[in-house]
């Protein structure tokens, strides 16, 4: 259920960027694709969403392996909508070079900086950065543990296996004003959970498969670990992957072909079989995927939002070669009508 202590319900976006096809049929440039990704966040800015997230990746399907410069070119033309990382991979980066870009980046933006710290779903960004996988969860909880202690401090002294110690050392610029907002990602690690609570940051859960109210077991542990740690309880949210568009058969089968190619194409990595028509519908009707209409996806999300109790949903709207204009079509009827068709539907239960 709603928890009555959180605030209203934050509506936002996510893309990584994905590689898309132009009108011709041919995939468009890494640059193109960026420039297009700035256009977009102007455009949910202007329309009303809350919040919008670049997710990291280092791969030649994703446009953005640096979120924050593609993030400082978005703050310089938006005035109102939260920009952030979904996700940063703190495992194979420095924190303190996190913070910094994220600091950097909130000044810019006049306040309105977030991160999402992840281990990361795609591996691609070990070897690229030296790092060696078998270290996986040494990385993320020791990383984690110093960029917390960034959060809280003015000047850190820490100690860690994976680099060298810090005595006293303050980290510049400061964030201008109250600290940096900062989530954990969570897949399905239950230990993610438990470190998102120990140190009383916010939980972002991604939901890529299967019906949301799967990871309540995940809500209800994140609040018993922050009772057994005593820190106070923060929000909790959703990203997941959806499309809308004028009426439901049309964005279904507007998503299909470019889902599934992308779909497939991280399946034959995995080992994941190739994706079918039904499957792909019964996701739609029963599990992560917010397809439709603006009513449909609406009514979707408010059930999500429901089930779990959160403060925040982020709609990662971007698949594979999915079209600009597409795309563009989808922020517009997302920000015109399903936030405001979710809030009314949250305000009236």
């Known amino acids: 259920m709603p928890r009555p202590d959180m605030p209203r319900l934050e509506l936002g976006l996510d893309t990584f960027g994905d590689v898309t096809a132009g009108a011709d049929g041919h995939l468009l440039s890494h640059a193109q694709v960026i420039r297009d990704v700035v256009e977009e966040a102007v455009l949910a800015d202007a329309v009303g969403v809350d919040a919008f997230g670049l997710g990291e990746h280092h791969r030649a399907d994703f446009a953005v ?120 990602g969570v897949g399905g690690s239950q230990e993610s959970v438990v470190r998102a609570a120990r140190y009383a940051l916010p939980m972002m859960l991604a939901i890529i498969g299967g019906d949301p109210r799967r990871f309540a077991p995940h809500v209800e542990l994140y609040g018993r670990a922050a009772r057994h740690f005593a820190t106070p309880l923060q929000p909790v949210g959703v990203h997941a992957p959806g499309f809308v568009a004028d009426t439901d058969d049309e964005a279904r089968e507007q998503f299909w072909p470019d889902y599934k190619r992308m779909h497939d194409l ?15 519908d019964a996701e739609i009707a029963h599990g992560s995927l917010h397809v439709g209409a603006p009513d449909t996806v609406a009514r979707k999300i408010a059930s999500t939002a429901k089930a779990l109790g959160l403060s925040r949903f982020d709609l990662k709207y971007s698949a594979g070669p999915l079209s600009h204009a597409r795309m563009m079509r989808c922020i517009e009827l997302y920000g015109t009508r399903v936030i405001p068709l979710v809030r009314e539907m949250l305000e009236r239960d």
Do not use: M
């Open 65 to 184: 392996s640096a979120p924050e410069p593609v993030l400082a070119a978005i703050a310089a033309r938006t005035t109102r909508i939260r920009l952030g990382s979904a996700v940063t991979v703190l495992s194979s980066d420095d924190p303190i070079r996190v913070f910094q870009r994220f600091s950097t980046l909130d000044a810019l933006s006049s306040g309105r900086a977030e991160v999402i710290l992840g281990r990361g779903s795609f591996t691609e960004s070990f070897p690229l950065f030296g790092h060696a996988l078998s270290d996986y969860e040494t990385l993320f909880g020791e990383k984690l543990d110093l960029f917390a202690a960034l959060l809280r401090q003015p000047r850190v002294t820490w100690e860690g296996t994976t680099r060298p110690p810090l005595v006293d050392q303050a980290v510049f610029p400061p964030v201008e004003a109250g600290q940096l907002r900062t989530w954990i």
């Open 266 to 280: 991280i399946g034959a990595e995995r080992g994941w079989p190739p994706l079918r028509r039904d499957a792909f």
